[in-house]
């Protein structure tokens, strides 16, 4: 069965420092791969996906992501993070057709 | 972009009461809408899949009887939780799929989340 991890439950970074948050996946299939990002009282936003192709995915707010299907990860990067960076990251790989598993989360904290 | 609402965004309920929790497609029309929920550091779980107009898909595990949803319009679903038990206190996020062309990738593309509803159970 398909699974995602995110061994980091809760990261601190400073504003201005560079990010990488951590996805592992396994799926037996090409997988789907998705980041997503949910602030406090907002619903889950989107911020890249990986389908196939350029194994270097670029998404909104100056996140990119690499899939590295050798290491069966889907890591997120950011090079200077800003406070309103602050939130809950998810990572989650399409099933089939429509379905979503998603990872435990990443909370992520942003200090001046 | 495409907007999804959820009402309410957090409810607090006795026990054995049943709660119904909303979840619209403000913007377009929604052919499927999926209710997940969420505990405390775990991941969103998918606990069932409605298509509109007939019954829900429930994955395994989830009492049908217990989590009833209803998606009678291209633009509404609901979740109602019957006689709510503490064990059933979680965060319910839906998400509903936009009409998309046939490739896998337009599916996935025009998904959108709601904000999600915090049940509590007293």
């Known amino acids: 069965a398909q699974s995602v991890t995110q061994p980091d439950i809760h990261i601190t970074v400073s504003e201005g420092a560079s990010l990488e948050l951590r996805c592992n996946y396994s799926y037996g299939a090409t997988p789907y791969l998705f980041w997503y990002v949910q602030s406090p009282g907002q619903g889950l936003q989107l911020l890249l996906k990986y389908f196939s192709g350029d194994t270097l995915v670029q998404g909104i707010k100056g996140f990119e992501a690499e899939f590295k299907r050798s290491q069966s990860s889907f890591n997120l990067r950011k090079p200077s993070v800003h406070w309103s960076d602050a939130a809950e990251y998810f990572c989650?790989?399409?099933?089939?057709?429509?379905?979503?598993?998603f990872g435990t989360g990443t909370k992520l904290q942003v200090i001046p | 972009g495409a907007v999804v609402s959820q009402h309410p965004s957090w409810v607090i309920c006795k026990s054995g009461t049943s709660v119904k929790i909303e979840c619209r497609s403000l913007?377009?029309?929604?052919?499927?809408m999926f209710w997940y929920r969420q505990f405390p550091k775990q991941s969103l779980m998918l606990m069932a899949t409605s298509n509109e107009g007939s019954k829900a898909t429930y994955e395994q595990g989830v009492e049908k009887d217990k989590f009833l949803i209803n998606h009678a319009s291209l633009t509404l679903s609901t979740l109602t939780v019957t006689s709510a038990h503490p064990e059933d206190s979680s965060f319910y996020i839906c998400s509903a799929r936009d009409k998309t062309g046939p490739t896998r990738s337009a599916i996935y593309e025009k998904l959108f989340f709601g904000s999600g509803t915090q049940l509590s159970v007293l």
């Open positions: 913007d377009f029309q929604a052919t499927t």
């Open positions: 989650a790989v399409g099933v089939g057709y429509q379905k979503v598993t």
